[in-house]
């Protein structure tokens, strides 16, 4: 086959019908390149303890930065690797990112020191931190509005396995083998979710509407989303949401280890927090049709305000801030599931107007709201307390910001 041929060949393969788009394979290689960053997160949470008693932090807050330093580099990769996918294809950013990604899981396996370990975070959060931003623009090159949404929400839905397989898996690894055996790991799943990739996702952006990687043009694209209305304040809600999530991560050994004192049963009690978060997404994905992006993000976000609010409220007056582990774990089952009918549609409301810009919009929005939720979620984790109420009330204060700059939007 001629090289022209090959290319007519790979053009029509992607630009497939509906009924490919929403495809059980796409979906779930789509939730694969996700699952990249909720693995690396869930995985080590349990490690955490272990991670903090090697290297005698000076305090014990300081764990959380193995998860925060993560994220940061998932903001950098997010701003790099839109305007890389924008003008090479999705295919490249995404083989270049997993190489990125591979070295900073050797390096945090091979860390001598907790310095040593957060870089090589930073390193892994810069190759993967962008997958969800080039799925995310692969999707929107085949779909837009309330359809990009649904297929969001399904991924979400398929992911949020690996997201209850992870603590278990990260604790049986550091329990057999020792912390940096579970960053070994990560560089396999790595590998073979790049394999998959290549065999199975043809490239979704066409010749015509690749984008040169010039600094002016970079930032006339950046400079097109924060002028967006809606683009801006979507991001901003997106950002305050993502901090109370962030947070609730970085502290969830603390809370579920320290307070309530759990160790082989951490990961049940962890993966029961998430276990609403799949019927949430596969919820969304039905409602969003039938609701509209905005109605369901503000539900969502009305949500998080009164259970957040009203849970630190119940902890401090009834159970002086630590109520029992079944009504925490119920608590957050409810709360957390809501993540699922706010990260997808904030998204989709950021991004559909962005057209054939997707990739780089996607990425100054995800680079926006998680640097935003880094602060955040540093922000809450510092003060940690040995109590629940801190993180109840980041849950309380998103919801009311985003339900603010959302109403903004409206009028």
Known sequence: MTREAFRGATSRRARPDAAVRTSFGFVALMASLGALNAFATDIVIPALDEIDRDFALSDPNLRQWTIYAFFLGMAVSQLILGPVADRYGRRRAVFGGLVVYLAGAGLSAAA????GLLAGRVLQGMGSGGMRVIANAIVRDRAQGPEMARILSLTNSVFVIMVLLAP??????TEAQGWPWVFAWLAVQGA???LWFALAQPETLRAKDRREIRPRAVLRTLGGV??????RRAGLALGACFGAFGAYLGAA???????????DELPWAFGAVSLLFGAASLFNAWAVRR????RLAAGGLAWWMISGFGGAAAAHWLFDGVPPLLVYVGWGMVTISGFAALFGNLQALALQEMG???GSAASAI???????GVGVAAAVGSVYDGTVVPQALSFGAAGLIGLVVLGARRG
Request: with cysteine.
């Open 291 to 294: 609701l509209g992006l905005e």
């Open 192 to 194: 073979l979710t790049g």
């Open 356 to 358: 054939d810009r997707a």
């Open 253 to 263: 050994e603390q809370i579920f280890g320290g307070l309530y004192g759990l160790d």
């Open 168 to 173: 278990f898996a990260g604790q049986w690894i």
């Open 226 to 231: 924060v002028a967006d209305p809606g683009a």
């Open 112 to 115: 001598g020191s907790y310095e």
């Open 366 to 372: 995800s680079a926006f709201g998680t640097f935003c």
